[in-house]
């Protein structure tokens, strides 16, 4: 009898992991190409963190330049006056975009550079340079994805509230027209916000971030504000720009159980939903999370009549950015949430600069995750990517750990659409080296190394990795 059980669960366990091996794709051998023609290969990079030039040619003052300005809410007070001086050397990196065979380029507009104020006067250079770094990517064969935030907002608008003021919605919907007017004829493919969960939670909950804001009920209003002027810029988007693919991006992330203890699945539920669905489940006419966070109920106070209808917006695709898993444990520590992140240092688990862990396997489970929605047509995993200490020597950088990074990534993400999930392009984050917000200069992202003296480029292996992949056969 005993034998006969034992064999039963080594057959069941052979089985099962033959099953998994099948499903598996092993990153080593892995080519870009099992992707399909049609798939999608981009870099992706923000205003803020590039561009520079923060006071030049009109442009205003946003609350990422305030907040850097303001000594000890950065790393070694670093900032992004000048960052990678993309302002003046975009024809360049858009240059080597393209010799890395990449044919997407995803930039966010600075409202500043536009509207100086946020809202009222229009900086005409601001204006322009947009229109100078489509144009490049036009001439030079790359296709412009335009994000319309990327989390600098005007200082002036911030000084009446920002997000957690529901004028925003108006503020934000002039910005979007105006861009939809001004380059819908040129670009096509356009993204609303970048990660509402990162900047809402961050910079009006934790004060982490610009603009420096906290708690729950700076949480709340700004978490619906956020959506309701995510889904109204969306509406905006597809009235005015003809043939318009509009999306907007979210950071997602897996969530499991500290152990796989039971004990800890509301904890699981309730970052589930905070981190997961607050953002996109509006927009699919799902409203908001309440079955996974009761707590959220307190957003009623600020809806209006009619708000639930507004929220809805049939996005054509949903931006996944993955950069970590989140485990999560039932704990005293904070009242209502009751629910603790377990650090990836105290689980001893393979970590980037940041402490991220790295856990390919978790872009696989999120993109199924989210696959399971039955309103989301098409997804585009708009970030992934990893800091690495880079070196520059002899005018190299071998970063084999990100090109090991970038394969098994990759492998899970082939997984995901073999299996059916409607996954259809990829943008690394980032093109080149960058000001990674609080956490200054140190942490570097990209494929070209950046000489923060001299502001020289060069690309890195992982960058010459991407060419050798992508060169069309
Ligand atoms: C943001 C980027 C950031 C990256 C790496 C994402 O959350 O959209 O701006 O640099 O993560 O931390």
Request: aromatic letters at 14%; a negative charge.
């Amino acid at each position: 009898m005993r034998i006969s059980a034992n064999f039963s669960i080594l057959l069941l366990s052979g089985l099962f992991s033959f099953a998994t091996a099948q499903a598996t794709i092993n990153a080593d051998t892995l080519h870009l190409s099992s992707f399909g023609e049609d798939f999608k290969w981009g870099t992706a990079c923000a205003a803020y963190q590039i561009e520079g030039a923060w006071n030049s040619d009109g442009k205003g003052v946003s609350i990422w330049d305030e907040f850097t300005h303001t000594k000890g809410n950065i790393h070694a007070n670093e900032n992004g006056d000048v960052a990678v001086d993309f302002y003046h050397r975009y024809k360049e990196d858009i240059r080597l975009h393209k010799e890395m065979n990449f044919d997407v380029f995803r930039f966010s507009i600075s409202w500043t550079r536009i509207f100086p104020d946020g809202v009222g006067q229009i900086n005409p250079a601001g204006v322009q340079f947009y229109h100078g770094v489509i144009d490049e990517c036009i001439a030079q064969g790359v296709e412009p994805w335009i994000t319309l935030y990327h989390w600098d907002l005007p200082q002036n608008l911030q000084e009446q509230g920002g997000w957690t003021n529901r004028e925003i919605i108006d503020w934000f919907s002039a910005y979007t027209q105006f861009c939809a007017n001004e380059y819908g004829d040129k670009v096509k493919n356009w993204m609303v916000m970048n990660e509402p969960a990162g900047f809402v939670g961050l910079g009006y909950m934790m004060g982490y971030h610009a603009p420096g804001e906290k708690g729950i009920s700076n949480f709340l209003k700004a978490t619906h504000y956020t959506c309701l002027a995510m889904a109204e810029s969306g509406r905006i988007l597809r009235s005015t720009v003809n043939n318009a693919n509009i999306g907007s991006t979210f950071s997602c992330s897996p969530v499991e159980s500290y152990k796989g203890k039971s004990k800890n699945s509301r904890a699981v539920a309730k970052l589930d939903a905070l981190l997961n669905r607050l953002f996109i489940e509006p927009s699919l006419g799902l409203g908001y999370p309440y079955d996974g966070f009761s707590a959220l109920r307190k957003i009623e106070k600020h809806m209006e009549e009619g708000d639930a209808e507004k929220l809805k917006f049939e996005f054509d695709f949903i931006g996944v950015q993955n950069y970590f898993r989140v485990v999560a444990k039932r704990h005293l520590w904070p009242p209502v949430l009751w629910a603790k992140q377990i650090d990836s240092k105290k689980r001893s688990v393979p970590v980037n600069e940041m402490g991220f862990e790295i856990y390919p396997e978790g872009i696989y489970q999120i993109l199924k995750q989210l696959g399971e929605y039955e309103g989301v047509r098409e997804i585009i995993v708009t970030e992934n990517g990893v800091c690495v200490k880079d070196s520059l020597e002899n005018g190299r950088v071998h970063d084999q750990s990100r090109i090991d990074f970038f394969k098994a990534y990759l492998s899970n993400v082939l997984r995901a659409k073999n299996e059916g999930v409607p996954v259809n392009g990829y943008f690394v984050w980032s093109l080149t080296d960058n000001f990674e917000w609080s956490e200054g200069f140190e942490p570097r992202f990209g494929l070209v190394y950046v000489d923060y003296e001299t502001l020289e480029r060069a690309v890195k292996d992982s960058g010459f990795w991407f060419a050798k992949e992508l060169a069309p056969r």
